[in-house]
């Protein structure tokens, strides 16, 4: 631009003005002003911020104080063999640590490459991965783009309780700065090795599996070790985000990532382009479906791991005093090891044959658990079950004899609809409903080890198991014992205790209780003088109820308490009165609330231990995560009974399966000693045995106590299992071991007594003598006295006196004194009591 010279003269004047000068020294010093206090705010800004990091980083935990070992670990539940059975957990401890030298150094390469490609150049923190981030923050606005080494996901993971969870940006730069501090630390303290171990053992890869063992399980049913470098580039394609890239529920998203891992491996050098080649060609996510469909089932667990879990949580609450909350944390993310007694081949054996439908009568029924809830019109909710179709059947429809057992699921689905029909309107909102199936009759059996206590299987019911920790028939359900508590709660006492004999003769004769009720046989009539040995062999209730009230119902009771039974009523007082199981009915094992088939096995494995009780025991030890023992389980021995006492109880029950009432029960080559328990009404079934090697209880009956109409199936089934787990174990035929003071003596059966030489053997029902087995000093000393050799008048059909001239000698049983004259129970001729013997001829 040109200026004319007035121009200029005018420019000259206007820079000398006094006005303008001041203007500008102003403008000056306020810039100055402003600069310096740019400068002043900045240093004070940084000097706060450097005051707020330098605060932040001395509030972040000591490198000494963490641990970056992962928490949440599955458990592990093993048979007596050591053989894996099972894995207990719950959501985030799917967890499996492996060793650095398990992991292949492809797959370590795999996650290095794609989350910290110079994880072994720096020293914790990436500075060049921050600045690549700080650009990415600047130019998007967000920070999404990740900076973090594997030192620091580690720490984020296993340190920080809320890491990559913040509820503020605040929280989460205080989080990053501690975690970029405590990177730095760590690494001074731990070798590259280590972090990265326990990286690997820590991250999270979908489908509830933590670490890459866990996962290598999951999606290709292998271990770490043995995976492909194409499998491997997979597990780091998850990373990121699990859910996102999960190979099985988006396999597309995982192929995409799992090509950048590859490309990664490929351009750092650690694989070939052979191998990149056969990785990207390799169909694996058809092996992750097909993987998948074995492994995604969820199998509940067994009965017996459902009874072995009850039994750690209540020794970890009373042994180690953790609370229930800390028993269960430690049991489904402690990753504990637990040895547990199970033999495997045993309880195939017995899921097998209880689950087999030939093994039940031909008609079966199925009850059902129905839950429905419905929200009316109105806003009220009514919450529905199988209780009130029963009701609706039998009071409503005024169908009495109605029972909740259907023939098929289809017929049960047909009630359920019914009922529906009757009480929900159009306009209800269903809010939920679940219906279960059972099977019925339903079954329970237990094996137990007599000699260590050690439980080898449990079933606690029949049909499919849909869920876990369910109803558990063999440890969870007492039942009325009926005739298998003969033994336990009567014989055992009086032959140990009260001085009888297996020879003690009782009269099985019309007989009522304290409460004046008639005590009936299982079979018509009575069978008059009878043994004990008699009424084990064919569970007689008349004379089992007589003994028991002469050795009182006290001494059974602290008999069966000794014998390990937890569910008797000793006292028990109720709004409805007081309840005790002292009393006659315990003979016949009527008591308040019945026992457990696990109970009642330890009871007669008591007797096949020679009298030992052993308590049963489900596992041997429980070891914490770094192979400590936690728990040790050991059988809690006492004696109930004298060896002699076992031995001749064992000796009778032998002939319950050889020609009493368990014939079907016995087992073909092997010594079977055990007990028949039916209830009145034949509501429950039982079968206690065991052999030389083994105690096996079975029980079956309804689930609402329904009648049976078929009591005699348990015992075959008894017999079936027993004979092939003989088979199985190879446990060949073998008697037990007689105790040296049990000696052998001839007495007649009659009266107990050493037989009448010449009279006892003639008996006009045939021979009446037979040899017993006694404990030593317990023999009979004294001849019959229920037996006598009289002359008879033929023409007075009286006692001959010395002026009968025709007699004929005969031989008489007697009717011991206090017997009921009113009823004969003799098929030989008699004269009773003794007393009346007077009765002579008065005809000579």
Aim: with cysteine; aromatic share 10%; glycine share 6%.
């Amino acid at each position: 631009m040109k200026f004319g010279m007035k121009q200029v003269t005018k420019k000259r004047l206007a820079l000398n003005s006094n006005t303008k000068k001041i203007t500008s020294k102003s403008l000056v010093w306020l810039f100055k002003g402003v600069l310096v206090l740019i400068v002043v705010a900045v240093i004070t800004v940084g000097f706060a911020g450097f005051g707020m990091i330098k605060g932040i980083i001395e509030t972040a935990p000591e490198v000494d104080d963490i641990s970056i070992t992962p928490s949440g670990y599955y458990t592990v539940v093993y048979d007596n063999n050591g053989k894996q059975i099972t894995k207990l957990l719950k959501s985030g401890s799917n967890r499996e640590s492996v060793t650095i030298d398990q992991i292949p150094e492809h797959l370590q390469y795999a996650f290095i490459d794609i989350e910290d490609e110079r994880f072994y150049e720096h020293d914790g923190i990436d500075i060049k991965g921050i600045i690549r981030a700080g650009f990415v923050a600047i130019k998007t606005r967000s920070l999404s783009q990740g900076a973090s080494t594997i030192t620091q996901q580690l720490l984020k993971n296993n340190v920080f309780e809320n890491g990559g969870r913040e509820s503020s940006t605040g929280a989460l730069i205080r989080r990053k700065i501690q975690e970029q501090y405590l990177a730095l630390k760590l690494e001074k303290s731990f070798d590259k090795e280590i972090i990265l171990e326990n990286y690997l053992n820590t991250i999270n890869l979908g489908s509830d599996t933590l670490g890459v063992q866990a996962a290598a399980k999951r999606y290709f049913n292998k271990g770490v070790s043995k995976l492909t470098i194409s499998e491997s580039a997979v597990l780091a394609a998850i990373t990121q985000n699990p859910t996102e890239f999960n190979p099985v529920i988006n396999p597309e998203n995982n192929a995409r990532r799992r090509e950048k891992v590859l490309r990664n491996m490929l351009n750092n050098g650690h694989i070939t382009k052979e191998e990149f080649d056969e990785a990207i060609n390799d169909d694996v996510y058809a092996r992750i479906k097909s993987t998948n469909v074995k492994t995604s089932k969820s199998n509940p667990y067994s009965y017996f791991v459902d009874a072995l879990i009850d039994q750690v949580m209540e020794d970890l609450q009373e042994q180690k005093g953790y609370t229930e909350t800390q028993a269960y944390n430690a049991l489904f993310s402690g990753g504990l090891s637990i040895y547990t007694t199970q033999d495997t081949e045993i309880q195939k054996i017995c899921d097998e044959e209880i689950n087999n439908p030939d093994n039940y009568p031909t008609k079966t029924y199925y009850s059902i658990t129905w839950n429905y809830s419905v929200e009316h019109a109105d806003g009220t909710v009514d919450n529905y079950s199988e209780v009130n179709i029963d009701y609706f059947n039998r009071v409503t429809l005024d169908n009495p004899n109605f029972e909740m057992l259907f023939e098929t699921t289809e017929e049960a689905d047909e009630y359920v609809k019914a009922f529906k029909e009757e009480f929900i309107k159009e306009d209800d909102e269903v809010l939920g409903e679940n219906i279960q199936y059972t099977l019925q009759p339903q079954a329970s059996f237990t094996v137990m080890d007599q000699y260590t206590g050690e439980v080898k299987a449990i079933v606690g019911g029949r049909g499919k198991k849909s869920a876990s920790r369910t109803f558990n028939r063999a440890v969870s359900s007492p039942r009325q014992p009926g005739s298998c508590f003969k033994v336990l709660s009567t014989y055992a006492p009086a032959i140990d205790n009260a001085g009888y004999t297996l020879a003690s003769t009782i009269d099985d004769a019309p007989f009522a209780d304290v409460n004046g009720r008639l005590v009936n046989n299982w079979y018509e009539g009575y069978r008059g003088m009878s043994t004990l040995r008699d009424g084990i062999r064919d569970s007689m209730n008349v004379i089992t109820v007589k003994l028991l009230t002469e050795i009182t119902p006290q001494l059974g009771f602290d008999y069966l308490m000794n014998f390990g039974f937890t569910t008797l009523v000793e006292n028990q007082e109720t709004e409805y009165g007081v309840y005790t199981d002292i009393n006659q009915s315990l003979a016949l094992g009527g008591i308040t609330y019945g026992v457990t088939n696990l109970e009642l096995c330890a009871a007669y494995a008591t007797i096949a231990n020679a009298g030992v009780y052993n308590s049963p025991i489900l596992y041997t030890k429980v070891l914490d995560h770094d192979g400590n023992i936690i728990l040790e389980s050991k059988s809690e021995s006492h004696t109930v009974l004298k060896e002699t006492t076992a031995w001749l109880l064992t000796d009778a029950m032998r002939d319950v399966v050889t020609s009493g009432t368990g014939g079907l029960a016995n087992v073909p080559n092997m010594y079977v000693a055990g007990k028949t328990g039916t209830t009145t009404d034949d509501n429950d079934i039982w079968f206690a045995g065991y052999t030389p090697y083994l105690t096996a209880t079975i029980w079956s009956g309804f689930d609402d106590n329904g009648r049976l109409s078929d009591t005699s199936y348990h015992n075959r089934l008894w017999s079936k299992i027993v004979t092939r787990i003989d088979e199985a174990k190879g446990y060949t035929y073998k008697e037990f071991e007689k105790p040296d003071s049990i000696e052998r003596e001839m007495v007649c059966s009659i009266s107990g007594m050493l037989p009448a030489k010449g009279i006892c053997s003639k008996d006009p029902a045939g021979n009446q003598v037979h040899y017993e087995y006694f404990v030593k000093n317990t023999v009979p000393t004294d001849e019959c006295n229920l037996h006598t050799k009289l002359n008879i008048c033929n023409k007075s059909h009286k006692i001959a006196n010395k002026d009968c001239t025709k007699t004929t000698t005969q031989i008489f049983r007697l009717r011991p004194e206090g017997s009921d004259l009113s009823v004969d129970t003799w098929d030989t001729p008699y004269v009773a009591p003794p007393s009346l013997l007077k009765s002579k001829c008065r005809l000579h």
